[in-house]
């Protein structure tokens, strides 16, 4: 059975002290906690307004250590009911997989710009 709880999967985590819940995709899951691109959930329908209206929006890059993590959930369909995934999709028409991609700041990029320059110096 594949893994289901991998970078790139949206899910919902619960959180405790304080309790909170969020939407997002993960970025990595390792033994000390969780990074997730994504929004507090209580925010989702602001997010979903703001996206449709073509707002500027940038995720919230978060990392939650393990012992606050009550519990993730993959963000399923459940009956006839729309995963959360497939609503932000219904009604802002991105994929939530691209809404959810954090994207590069100014210095990030300066920096991978120069160590692509320091690759090129050296390889050639």
Known sequence: M????????????????????????ILALAPEGLSLSGVELASFEDLTVMVKDGEPFSPAVVFFPMHRIERVELDLPDGNLPSLSQRFLAKTDLDPSAALTPRQTKYEENVDATANEHTAEESA
């Open 2 to 25: 594949p893994a289901q709880f991998v970078p790139g999967a949206i899910v919902i985590v619960t959180l405790s002290n304080p309790r909170e819940k969020f939407w997002g995709m």
